[in-house]
Structure formats: C-alpha cells, structure tokens
C-alpha cells in the first residue's frame, strides 16, 4: 500500500514562485515513473511534469521553462518548483506514481 503525500501549496502574487513536494511512503518510489498534475476549478485535471526513474523530465507546453520537475530517491520524494506563476496556475496539484496512485492534492491559488 502506497501513500502519497503532497505539501507547499500556498497563496502567491503573479510572478512568485513555489516549491511542491510529494512524499511517498513504502518501497516502490524509486522503480516509478512520478507526475505532477493539476485541476483547475471546473475543468478536468490535467497532466503538468513528468519524471522518470531514470531522471528523464516533460512538461506540458503551459508550464515548460517554468516549472522543473526533480526528484530524490532517498527521501521517496518529488519535486515541483514553480516560478513566475500565473493566475492560471491556480488549481489544486496532485502527485501520481507509476500512473495509478494518488495523493490528496494541495492548492496552489495565484493571485494579487
């Protein structure tokens, strides 16, 4: 049974930056694939960066030379930082491992 954790949403001015980071607990962190998605009020959730085992990264075209994904295999942690945020970045931004486990989300609102 696999536990994902997301942590660092907060309230930031456009421009401002965050850093996400997702904690999984058990042992499978390290052999998975990890994405970061995002549901925005009223629309489908979205994929938004994508890390493979191996270190490999991709972005949706929304958020590619703003957002980098990275990831720590000894802490069974993955990272989203977020800079020069938008207010349509606001959504609620969750963790995926291997494409079939989910945390709870945690919420980003991008506002003055």
């Known amino acids: 049974h696999v536990q994902l954790v997301e942590s660092g949403g907060n309230l930031v001015q456009p421009g401002g930056s965050l850093r996400l980071s997702c904690t999984a607990s058990?042992?499978?962190?390290?052999?998975?694939?990890m994405r970061w998605y995002r549901q925005a009020p009223g629309k489908q959730r979205e994929m938004v960066a994508t890390?493979?085992?191996?270190?490999?990264?991709s972005y949706a075209d929304a958020v590619k030379g703003r957002f980098t994904i990275s990831r720590d295999n000894s802490k069974n942690t993955v990272y989203l930082q977020m800079n020069s945020l938008k207010p349509e970045d606001t959504a609620v931004y969750y963790c995926?491992?291997?494409?079939?486990?989910w945390g709870r989300g945690t919420r980003v609102t991008v506002s003055s």
């Open positions: 995926n491992l291997g494409g079939w486990s």
């Open positions: 058990g042992g499978m962190f390290r052999n998975s694939v």
């Open positions: 890390i493979t085992t191996g270190g490999g990264t």
